[in-house]
């Protein structure tokens, strides 16, 4: 019985410790591999999972665009507040992929970026044959532009416009302002004041967004220092860019804002758009999940638009205006063009003051990225920003009339896309479920051990104790009658002697 108690103990002893074992081996290790698995996955290789996705990005981006019509054109060259309706959304489907892309010696590699846009006529609301009165850009643009130009050559501007029955609103459609329209006043302009237009043909606001890259950009591919994975080395081989007044305003930080270094902390991140010409950093606003995989959501802080006397490191982005707007002139052109947030959310008041029809509110107009921290890829994203145009009375062009000055809303669009499909599932699996799975059995290891431990003790302290034996008597204890039998008999024989 004792031996069978020792081996029990001894059998258990050694599970609970092969438990506990396994349990520390896991605490340790666990991390450890799937680190690792994160290092090897999500570094720019071609041996790696997330290289395909890189390449050729499979998430389903959608662009949905909202047009501001002016519904009170006459009133606003007599200088009354504009009246703004919204128009939209008119819905593409973005395909984004990467050519050119050449692996450098010094753990870089450089690529260029295409983006196609295919219009979808089941999400949008309206079509791209809409008619909508909107300013005339190019007219309204160029009056502003030449503000400061010698009174002659503003009526010499001024009489071609008439000539070419130019207006400062135009009735076009919704193709139209975004793909191009063919335009006289280009070739006039460039006539009048030679080189202010750099291009001929067709104007419209997207007419150089589509079939189009975003700029060469050469990024690190961490396989020598993870944390360097996707940081921009340089765009169309600049180390910073030279559209602002200060270096740091013209720094190109951060990523190409695809994809971000794994093992990220709450707190912000960087990445440089060429659309906005500058960097931009968003901050961490707090912690969630996206089918089941965890994320840090980032968003716009009020300061990304905020003027230089608000927030003094803008300075280098002025001449500003109030707070909420950016002024990009100096990388389009010099046409006076503004970006905001949408409806000019969180811009000041007096931006939204200046015209009506505009309702901003956080759920439709903030931008967002969620993104796995672990391993620093979006899984869901909507980028929001708005084209704004400041137009006023320009003094010898009379087509201006009395328009008082306002930043007037264009348009807005929302790039939109999140992870789905097998890619989610695979995503899921390898970098969430596994690992999961990895933590809760180092748990389960150290909860066996315990138990197993504690019986195993039990069980050998019980085999060491002496077995009971009970002690052996030849005679029966003697009772109350057995003196009076033993004397009765020995008189008997006493007698016979006798």
Request: aromatic share 10%; proline share 8%; hydrophobic share 40%.
């Amino acid at each position: 019985m004792g031996s069978s108690r020792r081996r029990a103990s001894v059998g258990l002893g050694l599970a609970g410790a092969a438990c506990a074992l396994l349990g520390v081996t896991l605490l340790f290790v666990g991390p450890r591999i799937v680190k690792e698995q994160v290092i090897k996955n999500v570094r720019i290789d071609p041996g790696s999972i997330s290289f395909k996705m890189w390449k050729d990005i499979p998430v389903p981006f959608y662009m949905s665009i909202y047009f501001f019509e002016v519904l009170n054109p006459n009133q606003v060259l007599q200088g009354e507040k504009p009246v703004l309706r919204q128009h939209g959304p008119y819905v593409y489907r973005e395909f984004r992929y990467k050519t050119n892309i050449t692996f450098h010696d010094n753990d870089t590699v450089s690529f260029l970026e295409y983006r196609r846009l295919f219009f979808q006529p089941e999400l949008s609301n309206g079509s791209e044959d809409d008619y909508i009165v909107v300013p005339n850009i190019l007219m309204m643009g160029a009056a502003v532009m030449m503000e400061n130009l010698p009174t002659l050559v503003k009526v010499l501007l001024s009489g071609a416009l008439a000539g070419l029955k130019q207006q400062a609103f135009m009735n076009r459609t919704v193709g139209e302002i975004m793909w191009g329209y063919e335009d006289p006043l280009i070739d006039a302009i460039n006539a009048i004041v030679p080189g202010m237009i750099p291009f001929k043909g067709k104007f419209g606001i997207l007419v150089e967004f589509n079939n189009s890259n975003s700029g060469l950009f050469t990024v690190n591919t961490g396989m020598k220092n993870i944390s360097e994975v996707h940081m921009v080395d340089s765009w169309n081989g600049l180390k910073e860019v030279n559209y602002w007044r200060s270096q740091a305003c013209n720094m190109i930080n951060g990523t190409a804002g695809e994809m971000w270094p794994p093992f990220m902390s709450p707190t912000s991140l960087d990445f440089y758009s060429p659309d906005a010409c500058r960097s931009m950093r968003l901050v961490y606003e707090q912690s969630g999940k996206f089918q089941g995989v965890p994320t840090y959501r980032f968003v716009a802080p009020k300061t990304l638009f905020a003027n230089g006397t608000d927030y003094p490191p803008n300075e280098g982005f002025c001449p500003c205006m109030q707070s909420g707007i950016q002024n990009v002139s100096s990388c389009r052109l010099n046409a006076p063009m503004f970006i905001s947030h949408p409806h000019f959310y969180n811009a000041d008041p007096v931006l939204l003051d200046a015209v009506e029809g505009l309702h901003p509110n956080k759920d439709q107009h903030a931008l967002f990225l969620d993104v796995h921290p672990l391993t620093g890829i979006p899984m869901n994203c909507s980028i929001k920003l708005q084209l704004n145009l400041y137009i006023k009375q320009v003094s010898g062009i009379i087509q201006t009339g009395k328009i008082k000055p306002v930043v007037l809303p264009l348009l807005w669009f929302a790039e939109s896309g999140s992870i789905e499909g097998s890619v989610l599932k695979q995503f899921y699996t390898n970098l969430v479920l596994i690992p999961s799975l990895l933590d809760y059995l180092q748990y389960i290891c150290f909860g066996l051990s315990i138990p197993l431990i504690i019986a195993a003790a039990v069980l050998m302290a019980m085999s060491q104790r002496p077995p009971h034996h009970p002690s052996t008597q030849s005679k029966p204890p003697p009772s109350e009658t057995t003196p009076l039998l033993h004397d009765a008999a020995a008189l008997s024989q006493d007698d016979a002697e006798a």
